[in-house]
């Protein structure tokens, strides 16, 4: 059975598989496919962890100037949608916590709608 992984190791395992991806000399977009694919081979379909690992990759393809009109797409879904905050409420996050991760929502946000 897979372990789900917590909100910090997603970013952290997501952001560094990304960026070895690239210094192995995959592209952007490439990067992006063999992230979706690593994590749905290790994450045992948690919707959590899939809702943060696009909303990192929309922040690494706009980092990288090559942002996928799907991950765009996905990453606005969750976010106008409030799904992803919605589901920390429910897991009775303490409001420090809480209020971390709906500022890591918001700075996605702001980045997706710069662009």
């Known amino acids: 059975m897979v372990n789900k992984l ?3 190791k997603v970013i952290k395992y997501g952001t560094q598989g990304f960026e070895k991806y690239l210094s192995e000399g995959f592209t952007v977009n490439q990067a992006t496919s063999r992230s979706i694919v690593e994590f749905e081979i290790q994450t045992d379909d948690f919707q959590d962890v899939e809702w943060i ?3 990192i990759l929309a922040k690494l393809g706009i980092e990288h100037g090559d942002l996928r009109d799907d991950i765009k797409s996905q990453a606005m879904d969750i976010i106008h ?3 992803l905050v919605k589901f920390w ?11 971390e991760r709906v500022l890591f929502v918001e700075g996605i946000k702001d980045l997706l709608t710069t662009v």
């Open 6 to 8: 917590s909100y910090d």
């Open 53 to 55: 690992l696009y909303l």
């Open 81 to 83: 949608s409030n799904k």
């Open 89 to 99: 409420r429910q897991e009775g996050l303490d409001n420090k916590e809480l209020e």
